[in-house]
Structure formats: structure tokens, C-alpha cells
């Protein structure tokens, strides 16, 4: 296929509508859903207590079960994993739009969890493998960027005023109809993948590391440490199990590449810092500036444009100088964007400062994501592509989980919330910073690896050249 943004032809263009309205849609719901926490719970008769569960309950089967689906779309098709994704978040939404209890309710998010795992890096992998690498690629996947950040900010938006003016059900209701229309057009302009002859599921690779996952997830959520030591020695287990499988679920060769290891690292402090920042700065907005869900929205959707514009140029950023320099950059854009953050105080004449460093950071923070992905499924072949899309939505999903216990969990060492916030954002800035050395050094070229380790011993032995002729 061509790698010229301008020779698309008619029918790639129907499956990027398809494949870019899925994931579209599923950012929107998930907004939307944030968003309508309270009356949703309210709805079912479910207490305060019970609403981190609504989004816990998504979250743990999305974050758990993304990288098997990614593999087992490998394996037995990343069509037949699409559609069927797509018919369980049908049936869940339906479940969770008629729901009159709190277990039908979770049963239902439990269901779009698992819908989420199935749907996302099989339709990554639908297009990394539909637009082969270079310009195409990278500008299809900055598109996909720019709607995954407009579907966020629209849900944010609009979501306070629909399910106002409706009621909460149709918070779930909406992606029923978007959803059967991409189920009838997907037979008719996406192939299935061509399947590998006679390959083993890992069915012992699949157990461990999803158990490992769920297990380290939930520890995180529920601040369990049981669950952690579970979970790292059934993650322990995996890597075991991998080292030794004649057919493993996840090659570690894959993951010793700099490509995968450093770009998914990347990914995991973009979505967990910036996730953790929006939390936070929620926090701020409402409870320190008092000001209300709505306004709030407000003044997240402003910024939420540049979000989409990185989207629509981080393609033409990586074609012109890498995805090393631009990754690394714009994750440095996101940390000094939430560097102002962290002086702010008790006055609403704060968001003279708030606003642009959202703006700025939102920007960085997409380019990242973009060439993130781009990083992380680059150099594979086709047959790998549900793997290595499996990975980065794994990195994602599981990033976007963990990110606001943890920083939850700094900022409450504070007795006063806003010093608690402070602390948060300054773990966050670091942490952020810190990591842009570590991609860059990371995602060094082979040569200059070489030429560093080379160099390494040749200044030993000046060294002892120099110590003899001293003596």
C-alpha cells in the first residue's frame, strides 16, 4: 500500500470511519460514564461508597485481559475479535441501560471491560496492518489520537448536559446504535487477517499473566498487598514460563526490543502522570476554586482542542524528525506543562496560569501518545501486530487504572488538601522528567550503543595510560 497520505484509496478510508469511530465511541462512553458517576449510582441505589466500583469494574477486565485478546487476535482473527467485541458492548450496554440493581449495573461494566480488552487492539492491529509503516501509518495513528482526545473532551462536555436532559441510561443507550452500525459495515470492507498455521494458544502464559495483572491492578486499587505479592509472582511466573514455551504468548525476544520496551514505558508514564494530573486538578477546580461539574468541563474542553490538533500533526512531527525526538519531547512538554500547576493557589485568578498550562500539556501529552504507539508497533511483521497493539493498549488501559490511586495515595500524606495536591503534581513533574532521560538514552540507535560501549573501554585504557606515565 502506498505511504502517501494522499493516495488512501475509497475503501481504506471506510474502514479508518469504522475502526477510528470505534475507538471514537469508546472514549466518549468512558468520559460520559465518568462524568455521570453520581446518577448512575443513584439510579441503581448504589451509595458513595459503591461509585469507584462503577469505574473499577470496567477498568480491571479492560487493563487485565488486553494483551491476551491482542495475542488471540493474532491467532484466530482480528476481525472475528473486532465484531465480537462489538456485540458484547452491545449486549452490555443494553444490560447496563435496563439495569435496576448495583450487580446488574457492575455485571454490565464488567461485560464493556471485557469488550474494551477485545475491541481496542484488535482494531490497533486492523490498522497497523491495513497501512503499512512510514508516513501512512504514522498519520492514520495520529488520527486515531486526535478522536481518542476529541472523544474524551466531548464526553466531558457534553456528558453533564445529556444525561441531564435525559436521564443516565443514556450514558449507556448511545453506543447501541453507533455500535450496530459498525457491525454491518465491518464484513463488507474489512478482511480477516490471514491466520498462522497450526499455533498453540500459551494457555499457561495466558493464565499467569492475566491473574498477574488483575491481581497487581487490584492491589493498586484497593491498596491490598496481598494481592501485590500475588501478582508480582504470578508476573514472575509468565516471564518464567515465556523464557521456556516452544509457542509463548508474548516472545521475549518482543520484549527485549528497544522499540517495545521503551515506547510502552513512555506510554505507561504518559496516561498514568497525565490521568493523574486531570484527577487532581478536578479536585482543585471543585473543591478548592468551587466551581461546578459543569464549569469544570468547561475549562478542560478548552484545552481539549489542542489535544485534538496534536492528533491531526504528531504524524507529520514523526515523519520529519523521528519518533525518538518527538516522543521524548513531548513528554517533556506534558512535565514542565504541569510544573505551573504545582504553585497555584486558593484564588480563581489561578486559571490565567491554569488554562494555557492545560493547553500546552494536553498538546504534549497526545503527541505523545501518538508516537508512543507508533514506537511500540514499529519493526514487527504483520503476524505480530495484534501482540505489539495488545501491549501499547494494555500499557494504556493498565496506566490509566493505577495512575490516580497512586497519586491519590501522595497527595493524601497531606493534611491539607492543597499542600496534598502540590505534593501529587511535583511527584508527577518529576517522575515525568525523569523518564524523558531514561526513552532517550533508551531509544539510542544500535550505533551509537556501539559507540558508547566502545568507548567505555578505550577510556579505561587511556586511564591506565596516563597512571603509568604519571609514575
Request: hydrophobic share 55%.
Amino acid at each position: 500500500m502506498s505511504t502517501s497520505p494522499s493516495l488512501i484509496s475509497g475503501r481504506q478510508r471506510v474502514i479508518l470511519l469504522v475502526l477510528l469511530g470505534a475507538g471514537f465511541m469508546l472514549s466518549v462512553d468512558f468520559s460520559i460514564l465518568n462524568v455521570a458517576l453520581p446518577e448512575v449510582g443513584a439510579g441503581v441505589g448504589m451509595g458513595l461508597t459503591g461509585l469507584p466500583w462503577i469505574t473499577s469494574a470496567y477498568a480491571l477486565p479492560a487493563a487485565g485481559f488486553t494483551l491476551l485478546f491482542g495475542r488471540l487476535a493474532d491467532l484466530f482473527g482480528r476481525r472475528r475479535l473486532f465484531m465480537s467485541g462489538m456485540i458484547l458492548l452491545t449486549l452490555a450496554s443494553l444490560l447496563g441501560g435496563f439495569a435496576t440493581t448495583p450487580d446488574m449495573l457492575l455485571t454490565a461494566r464488567v461485560l464493556q471491560g471485557f469488550a474494551t480488552a477485545m475491541t481496542i487492539p484488535a482494531s490497533l492491529s486492523l490498522l497497523t496492518t491495513t497501512f503499512t509503516e512510514g508516513a501512512t501509518r504514522d498519520r492514520v495513528l495520529g488520527f486515531n489520537g486526535a478522536l481518542l482526545s476529541a472523544g474524551f473532551t466531548i464526553g466531558a462536555l457534553v456528558g453533564g448536559s445529556l444525561v441531564s436532559l435525559l436521564s443516565w441510561q443514556a450514558a449507556f443507550f448511545i453506543n447501541v446504535p453507533v455500535a450496530l452500525v459498525i457491525l454491518l459495515l465491518t464484513p463488507f470492507v474489512i478482511s480477516e487477517s490471514r491466520l498462522p498455521d497450526r499455533v498453540k494458544l500459551d494457555l499457561p502464559g495466558a493464565v499467569t499473566v492475566t491473574g498477574g495483572l488483575l491481581a497487581v491492578i487490584y492491589a493498586v486499587i484497593e491498596r491490598n498487598l496481598p494481592s501485590a505479592v500475588i501478582g508480582v509472582l504470578l508476573l514472575a511466573a509468565f516471564w518464567m514460563i515465556e523464557l521456556r514455551s516452544p509457542a509463548p504468548l508474548v516472545p521475549v525476544r518482543i520484549l527485549k526490543r528497544p522499540t517495545v520496551k521503551w515506547g510502552n514505558y513512555a506510554g505507561f508514564v504518559v496516561f498514568t502522570m497525565e490521568t493523574a494530573m486531570i484527577f487532581l486538578t478536578t479536585l482543585y477546580l471543585q473543591q478548592t476554586l468551587g466551581f461546578s461539574p459543569l464549569v469544570t468541563g468547561l475549562i478542560f474542553g478548552v484545552p481539549g482542542l489542542a489535544a485534538v490538533a496534536a492528533g491531526v500533526i504528531a504524524g507529520r512531527f514523526i515523519g520529519r524528525f523521528g519518533t525518538r525526538k518527538v516522543l521524548t519531547l513531548g513528554l517533556a512538554v506534558q512535565g514542565l506543562a504541569t510544573l505551573p500547576l504545582v504553585f497555584l493557589g486558593a484564588d480563581r485568578m489561578a486559571l490565567v496560569v491554569l488554562i494555557p498550562a492545560l493547553f500546552i500539556g494536553f498538546f504534549g501529552h497526545v503527541t505523545c501518545i501518538v508516537a508512543y504507539t507508533v514506537t511500540g508497533t514499529s519493526g514487527l511483521p504483520d503476524e505480530e501486530q495484534g501482540l505489539a497493539t495488545g501491549l501499547t493498549s494494555m500499557t494504556q488501559q493498565v496506566a490509566i487504572t493505577v495512575g490516580i490511586p497512586i497519586l491519590s495515595a501522595v497527595a493524601a500524606t497531606r493534611s491539607v488538601e492543597l499542600t496534598g495536591i502540590h505534593l501529587a503534581l511535583s511527584v508527577n513533574v518529576a517522575v515525568t522528567l525523569l523518564s524523558v532521560v531514561l526513552v532517550w538514552f533508551g531509544l539510542r540507535p544500535r550505533g551509537e550503543r556501539r559507540t558508547v560501549a566502545a568507548a567505555v573501554p578505550a577510556w579505561k585504557e587511556a586511564e591506565k595510560e596516563v597512571a603509568a606515565a604519571s609514575d
